[in-house]
């Protein structure tokens, strides 16, 4: 039985979908010896994975048929989800109990040398399971890999170790991480892939919280890091970090830290991009190169309490308030993410508000703007949750108090559907193939 109605269709969208694809996610499995040796493309818009509040239940709507191709068995209540840097897994979760379990979403694309190939098969749970204590902060370098930053424990006896796990579309095939690293204690931290280096966090024995202060430069060498040095700049109170074309940014406690990449092995000590506000978020998108969005909290509360928001240009190394068409004193935001052009921003505000802002001239300027997009906003977690389509103009906001799943077009802002899906959504990943 079908669970919500039919997803709109638009042809002309779909034959221009299939004229542009621009790279090969990886397959992560060996080809058959005797596949179809032409160049396949599949009109496909990919799949929805979905976890229902305080369940262990992980549903993979398939978005070409409007179904729920299969329901799963997480091994504990997901805590996260994400998806792997091809797109064609996605990462469950489980911060408390140490674990990270892999959905095969079965669709995917392989380079076959002199053409790219598209599948489509059903999806499975990948039989690997990846541990480690406290998984909690996921980054992409898009289409090529991912860390997962453990946060270790420092209340056991002895205190368990802060880490890294690389991993990339073939080593979750293989049952394995692609490179790690443990950093000898225990810290709430991030680390930033990017090709050969990784960026990683530690703090000084004068840090007056328990966050990082500074990041360390790590070079790869097969499956494990070289600690290669400390940057110089200090970022007290880090927290959030993204990275994009050549450069990598993290909150602090007085702005942001903006690095650049200088080589292949190298990289700057970073210069502080200011601003009235701690940074405890950011947001980046590998269409966007050098261009972030660092997100901060005004105010504390019982009193008023308001996002803000910070629109970075690495290649100026420039940080300018950025303000959403209509953001008010004491306005929150509940959800926020890119469309997979990289160029519209979406944010969805605390009385349920959607603001859709563009990349236009160099900044940002507001496109769109939807009243009661998330008609009752829930008074506690589960908030909203966004996720775009890699392979359509669409982006998709989970409604935990109506149960519905709320459809909105990336290139105009606004609402296409309202599907209804008979449970709390508490977390929505997209996987499928990248357009």
Known sequence: MNPYPPLPRRAALAALVCAAVLVACGGGIEADDDHDHDAVTLDTAG?????????????????????????????????????????????????????????????????????????????????????????????????????????????????????????????????????????????????????????????????????????????????????????????????????????????????????????????DDGTQLGTALRVGALAGHARAPGHFVGIATEGTAPGPVTTRFHAVNGEAGAVANFAPQGWDTGRVRRAHGFDRSGQRLFIVADQGTLITAQRQGGAWANLARVTGAIPTMPTAAPWPVLTANGARDEVYITDPVAKQLVVVNSFTGAVLARRDLGFTPSNAVWIGITR
């Open 47 to 267: 799949r929805l994975v979905t976890t229902e509040h305080n369940a262990t239940a992980l549903r993979v709507h398939d978005l070409d048929s409007n179904t729920v191709e299969a329901t799963r068995q997480a091994d504990n209540v997901p805590s996260a989800l994400y998806a792997s840097p091809g797109g064609r897994y996605a990462l469950v979760m489980q911060r408390t109990q140490g674990l990270v379990q892999f959905v095969d979403g079965g669709i995917w694309q392989e380079d076959h040398g002199d053409h790219l190939h598209d599948y489509k098969q059903a999806s499975k749970a990948v039989p690997w399971k990846l541990s480690g204590v406290r998984p909690t902060h996921y980054d992409v370098q898009a289409g090529k890999q991912a860390a997962i930053f453990m946060d270790g424990n420092a209340t056991t006896t002895p205190a368990q170790s802060a880490g890294v796990r690389l991993i990339t579309e073939a080593s979750i095939a293989a049952g394995g991480t692609a490179a790690s690293l443990d950093l000898g204690f225990p810290i709430h931290g991030l680390a930033e892939p990017v090709d050969n280096k990784l960026l990683a966090v530690t703090r000084a024995a004068d840090a007056s919280d328990a966050l990082p202060t500074h990041l360390t430069l790590h070079q790869r060498e097969g499956a494990s890091y070289r600690l290669d040095r400390q940057l110089a700049t200090r970022c007290s109170g880090m927290h959030g970090s993204a990275s994009s074309g050549a450069y990598t940014v993290v909150g602090c406690v007085d702005g942001m830290l903006l690095v650049r990449h200088l080589s292949a092995t190298t990289v």
